[in-house]
Every structure is written in C-alpha cells, then in structure tokens.
C-alpha cells in the first residue's frame, strides 16, 4: 500500500504538469488537446478520482 500523502503528492505534480503543458502548448485549447496534453490530463484524472476515492474511504 502506498503511504497516504504519495497519491496526493503524485495528484499536485500532475495538476502542475498539466497546468504548465496547457500554458505552454501552441497547440493545445480549452476544447481540444495535443496528444501530450490529452496523456497529461488523463494521468491527472486518474489521480484525481484516486485521491477522492482515497478520501471517501477515510470518511
């Protein structure tokens, strides 16, 4: 099992990369993604409903 703030750690890093990526991209708009944007906001997805997942079963 990984220790509790390593899901959320891993959730802020992608949020930042995607962010970072989306600001930078030429290609990349609020509609439609380039395809490293398009992998970076399915990692940041999947750890996002990680982490929710995460907190729900703390509650």
Sequence with gaps: ??????VYQRY???????????RT???CTPES???AGAR????????QDAYNKQ???RS
Excluded: I, N, W
Excluded at 12 to 22: F, I, L
Excluded at 40 to 47: D, I, W
């Design 1 to 6: 099992m990984t220790p509790k703030g390593d």
């Design 12 to 22: 802020m890093a992608a949020s930042a990369a995607r962010r970072e990526h989306a």
């Design 25 to 27: 991209c030429a290609v």
């Design 33 to 35: 993604a380039c395809a």
């Design 40 to 47: 970076l906001y399915e990692q940041f997805s999947r750890l």
């Design 55 to 57: 907190l729900r079963e």
